[in-house]
């Protein structure tokens, strides 16, 4: 029997699975060889293997997709190639943004030693806190690029509160001192997407909000922008 922790399932049939990913995890075994990652866990859970189609950082925390099946893999990759599925994260930016809704259009590596490559990002700002100077940022991006997010905020001079490769080690001590916000403020809050296999369905899996975001969230003042994207967890 494994010892590994429960997954949170958002979605499963017979083809896919998506579940809630928590921050902290990889989402398969890579340089640092792991012996917890996410797809681990996924495995145990249904008692057999799956195959990873996209990817959230280790910090990132919220829904993830593993296909269950040969036939869905390439089905289910081509659908995130293509743009297919419509990605929603909540982030949580230094300083107050000015602009309320914004497309980010920055060329940015795909890989870590890679060339630059077209990135989009739309993001739009759902709050600006009255207890400190952040802002709470829905960002979709049409483009998967590695921390494509994260870069692009940056790009704006409003980094991500939490990151320890793109952003300020000084605003992330001050937020895990002032505010108890020991991780990145990054959550995939929604993932959307046609069915691969099955004609005329669509996957809508909504992940809530976990409580190290959740708590920090609110003593900023931002409960109420959050109150549209906390919904329970969709289950089969």
Known sequence: MSS??????????EHLIVVHKPTGLLVHRGWDNDRDVMLFRVRDHLGAQVDPVHRLDRGTSGCLVFA???????????TFEEGRAEK???ALVRGHMKEDHVRIAYD???????????????????????NDRCSLVEAKPETGRLHQIRRHLRHLSHPLVGDVRHGDGRVNRH?????????LALHAVRLRF????????TVDAQAPIPDDLRGPFAALGLAEALAAYDPAPLRA
């Not at 269950?68 to 081509?78: E, S, Y």
């Not at 895990?176 to 916000?181: S, Y």
Request: glycine share 4%.
């Open 68 to 78: 269950r099946t040969k036939a869905c893999t390439p089905l289910l990759a081509k």
């Open 4 to 13: 590994l922790p429960a997954v949170d399932v958002l979605y499963v049939d």
């Open 88 to 90: 929603t994260y909540l």
């Open 108 to 130: 940015i590596p795909r890989t870590e030693d890679g060339p630059r490559v077209p990135a989009v990002t739309e993001a739009r700002t759902l709050a600006r806190s009255p």
């Open 175 to 183: 937020y895990r001192e002032a505010w108890n916000l020991h991780r």
């Open 194 to 201: 046609p069915h691969p296999i099955t004609p005329g369905l």
